[in-house]
């Protein structure tokens, strides 16, 4: 691969921006009745979830009340699928802020999701969209929990960090907030040098806790005991949508970064680092899934990684349309542009977690 | 019992409709609206003098209880995907308002505006617009103790005065009631058939041309009303300097701080709106009031709201500090911003705005 020089870099910045204000000039009605009716959608399923789910043990047994609470379920995990990636992730963004509405900004949007609105939006919008895949300021490269490349130093705990992968996907709500909260730091009090947090570790805390305890008390304690005699069904039924949704979105979100080709890069390289270095990063630092449209909704449109990376305040509806394009220009320039069926971008990821599982002079020759 | 005293009552209920019903309905083909509520507009028409008045019939006029005569309401209205919301004075009577539950506001159509020129003829039958509850601090006194109220508008400032002196009638204290009415023309001027009725059951009213006249001085009010400033209320309604000059004036003649009532009738319908090049009112200093905390700061040329923010001692929420993370984000009630990242000029109304990113480029005012 060649990079490309700092002459075709600023060229192909100035392609990129004209296509960001391409989309960002034709923002109008139709976005905004989109999101509305996405957010009602998703609101509908998740209310008739719940009941259905309440509805099964309370009116039938056996394989019955079974059959439809598994109904309930799958109506209640897409409803916090679709609540946590194509809705909460996106408005969070600022995606929608330009429709001056209420409710659906930056500003107020919460998710159901164990993550706090505010942590989220201060580390993954910041450090996570500023920083992808530099190490040692990208936290969200392994999670501090998985070793992905040899400039990590390897640890015993990476032999067997593909059953922490495992985990974590299965708790991945809980492992991002805990995550995104420092945890380590606050937690245990280490601490980064260059730490500059415009926020108390006392204040990280309390939201952490806050938002902890408001989802632990909706989904298992409130619905269960709203339908009491069967508060233990319902409660099972709940675990079982959220670790759904949290396979889900763990899945997605490790194939847009953590893929073969996904590159990383050291704190050094990102000096002095111009608007064509950034987005060339970008492209390197994240890949896509290839899929249809409901494929592409469900991964709230983090299947065009690419896209995302490159505007994040671009409305994901149209990361669709751009991504043909930008191969394209990505072709032109010569810049590699990842993107595979699912099964070949999450094969590749296992494939990633078990080789830097082990340190470097056991490694047998990637490939 | 209604919805929204039932919202007030029980979180749970409130939690339900916010999480559930609101966002639902919001997607049907309604006019429901988060956060605003319905209405019809069931009249347009024209007052003379360039202002046109706007009669909104409410779907539900229970916002309307706690209404008083001078308030003033924020209407939105949906363009493009984007809700623009502007606040207007209510230029009918706060009785009328109750009893046929709807609100007039009356307006100089600035064609520069975003919401302005779409409020024409054409709206009459729409469900389009929206309203939010009534609001202000410019009313009349609970118990007119004083012998006399001494009312002074400007321009389009005549809107809230007329509903105060409507209700001033209607509780037959017309008669103790003075108006001195600056206008660029003395004999086509705003509300002339209102204020006629109103004179007829013996209000006190001049018109001023300020081609004749002037601006606002001591002498104007001194000749037609011989009442010590001491037994007297005044209110106060206009540009800025008008509001400056008379309660100085005023002071100065022995009035006391709590016989004045004033309202800035600035933005948004008295400006007169010329797209100004974002380039040259950022090379200037503007002021920045803050309504939370009822204070304001200065904010230099070239500076973002944040750093001068800071620079003045204040300590606003914020963290990446390049407009990427959305936690200095907070609400603009009116003024127009230069967003430094996409070098674009806002709309003058209120919107969220991220304070890292945002310079201003006129006068502001910030809900914090």
């Known amino acids: ?367 | 019992m209604n919805l929204s005293s039932l919202n007030e009552k029980l979180p749970l209920f409130k939690g339900l409709n916010d999480t559930y019903i609101y966002p639902i309905m919001e997607a049907l083909p309604t006019s429901f609206r988060i956060g605003m509520k319905q209405t019809i507009v069931t009249d347009v028409r024209s007052e003379g003098g360039g202002i046109t008045t706007l009669r909104l019939h409410l779907k539900n006029a229970s916002i309307l209880r706690h209404l008083k005569a001078g308030q003033h309401i924020e209407l939105g209205l949906e363009s493009k995907g984007k809700r623009i919301c502007r606040t207007f004075s209510i230029s009918s009577s706060a009785q009328q308002s109750k009893e046929f539950g709807y609100i007039e506001v009356s307006f100089k159509v600035n064609a520069n505006g975003a919401l302005t020129p779409l409020l024409n003829e054409q709206t009459v039958g729409s469900k389009a617009v929206h309203v939010n509850k009534p609001n202000g601090n410019f009313t009349l006194p609970l118990h007119p103790a004083k012998e006399k109220s001494v009312f002074i508008a400007a321009g389009s400032g005549i809107t809230p005065i007329l509903a105060m002196l409507e209700e001033a009638a209607f509780y037959n204290l017309i008669s103790q009631c003075l108006l001195l009415y600056y206008v660029k023309d003395g004999e086509h001027y705003p509300f002339k058939e209102r204020l006629s009725a109103l004179h007829a059951k013996g209000l006190s009213f001049k018109v001023m041309p300020t081609k004749q006249t002037g601006h606002f001085a001591l002498e104007h009010l001194t000749h037609d009303n011989p009442t010590s400033t001491k037994r007297c209320n005044f209110f106060l309604c206009g540009p800025g300097n008008l509001i400056e000059t008379a309660s100085q004036a005023l002071l100065d003649q022995g009035a006391d701080r709590s016989q004045i009532f004033h309202e800035h009738f600035g933005l948004p319908i008295t400006a007169q709106h010329k797209p100004i090049p974002a380039e040259d009112n950022a090379m200037s200093a503007h002021t920045v009031f803050l309504t939370r905390s009822n204070s304001s700061f200065n904010s230099p040329a070239n500076t973002s709201l944040l750093i001068s923010a800071e620079n003045e001692g204040l300590t606003p929420n914020f963290g990446c500090r390049i407009g990427a993370c959305h936690q200095c984000i907070c609400r603009k009630n009116s003024g127009r911003v230069l967003n430094l990242k996409t070098g674009k000029v806002s709309d003058n109304g209120p919107e969220d705005i991220q304070l890292c990113i945002s310079q201003a480029i006129e006068d502001l005012s910030l809900d914090i």
């Open chain 1, 1 to 367: 691969m060649n990079t490309p020089n700092k002459d075709q870099l600023s060229k192909f910045a100035a392609e990129l921006d004209n296509l960001r204000n391409t989309v960002i000039d034709q923002l109008g009605e139709k976005d905004a009745r989109y999101i509305i009716r996405l957010i009602a959608i998703q609101r509908s399923l998740d209310l008739c979830g719940r009941i259905a789910i309440a509805i099964a043990f309370l009116a039938f047994s056996g394989t019955l009340a079974w059959l439809i609470a598994a109904l309930g379920i799958l109506l209640l995990s897409s409803s916090k699928i679709l609540d946590n990636m194509e809705i909460g992730h996106n408005v969070m963004h600022g995606q929608y802020d330009w429709m001056n509405h209420p409710t659906i900004n930056s500003r107020v949007f919460d998710w159901d999701n164990a993550g706090h609105n505010e942590s989220w939006k201060r580390y993954h919008n910041h450090e996570h969209h500023t920083y992808t895949n530099v190490l040692g300021k990208d936290r969200d490269f392994g999670y501090g929990l998985l070793r992905l490349s040899n400039d990590l130093p390897w640890k015993p705990k990476n032999l067997w960090q593909f059953f922490t992968f495992i985990n974590l996907s299965a708790l991945f709500e809980w492992g991002v907030a805990y995550h995104e909260l420092a945890g380590e730091r606050v937690f245990f009090g280490k601490k980064k040098e260059d730490s500059n947090l415009p926020i108390s570790d006392q204040q990280l805390k309390k939201d952490f806790f806050g938002k902890a305890g408001k989802q632990l008390f909706k989904d298992y304690v409130f619905f269960p005991l709203i339908c009491w005699p069967v508060a233990l069904q319902i409660l099972i039924c709940n675990v079982i949508a959220n670790v759904i949704r949290n396979i889900w979105t763990g899945t997605i979100i490790f194939c847009g970064h953590f893929t073969e080709g996904a590159h990383t890069f050291s704190e050094d390289s990102i000096k002095n680092e111009t608007r064509g270095d950034w987005y060339y990063r970008q492209i390197l630092g994240s890949s896509n899934i290839s899929g249809g449209k409901f494929f592409h909704i469900m991964s709230g449109h983090l299947s065009c990684q690419i896209e995302h990376h490159l505007f994040p305040d671009v409305p994901s509806s149209y990361y669709r349309q751009l991504s043909p394009k930008i191969a394209e220009l990505c072709s032109t320039y010569d810049i590699p542009y990842n993107t595979g069926r699912f099964s070949k971008q999450y094969f590749e990821v296992v494939k990633r977690i078990l080789y830097y599982s082990l340190p470097e002079k056991w490694q047998p020759a990637y490939g």
